[in-house]
């Protein structure tokens, strides 16, 4: 198999990264186009380091488990499958699912801090960031800290100030200067998605030749 193609997308939280990629994922099969999501290797919450306040801060790049997220992401540049436990966000009401991420003439590789891991970033081939305003980031993450994740509003609102917004200001906002493709999704990314379709559809197409 040729090397594949990596593609890297990050973003703060709440520039909708997860929805900018599950609707690429529509448009292709699983021999077509593999995504690795950094979320599925947060370590454990005992793990996390915790404030002055005492609680937990999931938005550092240490609360990962990098040496294991880049482990996987070299394994499906060689040609291996990988398997992963899902990670639930410690929500006592998801029973986690056992991932299964097959290698593909595209990779997508995504998460917060994807750009600040030096050996993640010198993998990829394409840098793409999500950005937003941060007043709709808040907005978004508190739909989805309180719907999918079962989070108290106030928890959600302290764990942005305290911890999401500086990380985001100190370990991802300076890499948007880097990326290659930066998407605004203030309102939409219907454009920037159209574009990241159409490259890739002719970039497998070209593969397959």
């Avoid at 488990?65 to 006592?92: H, P, S, W």
């Avoid at 081939?125 to 993450?141: G, M, T």
């Avoid at 991802?172 to 203030?186: F, H, K, R, W």
């Amino acid at each position: 198999m040729k090397k594949p193609l990596i593609i890297g997308i990050t973003g703060g939280s709440g520039s909708g990264k997860t929805s900018f990629i599950k609707r690429l994922e529509e448009e292709f099969s699983k021999k077509e186009l593999c995504v690795i999501s950094q979320d599925d290797y947060y370590r454990p919450k005992d793990q996390q380091k915790k404030d002055k306040e005492g609680v937990e801060n999931f938005d550092r790049p240490n609360s990962i488990y990098k040496k294991e997220f880049t482990r996987d992401v070299e394994k499906l540049l060689a040609g291996e499958i990988v398997e992963r436990e899902e990670y639930t966000f410690n929500n006592k009401n998801v029973k986690p699912n056992i991932l299964t991420f097959y290698p593909a003439p595209v990779i997508i590789v995504e998460g917060l801090f994807i750009f600040h891991y030096k050996k993640i970033r010198n993998l990829i081939d394409l840098k793409v960031f999500l950005h937003a305003k941060e007043n709709l980031k808040v907005i978004r993450r508190i739909k989805r800290d309180r719907v999918e994740r079962n989070y108290p509003l106030e928890d959600v609102l302290y764990r942005y100030e305290a911890h999401v917004l500086p990380n985001f200001e100190k370990y991802i906002q300076p890499y948007m200067e880097d990326a290659d493709l930066v998407i605004n999704n203030n309102k939409n990314f219907e454009m920037g998605l159209a574009v990241m379709k159409s490259f890739l559809k002719e970039r497998i197409s070209s593969k397959d030749e």
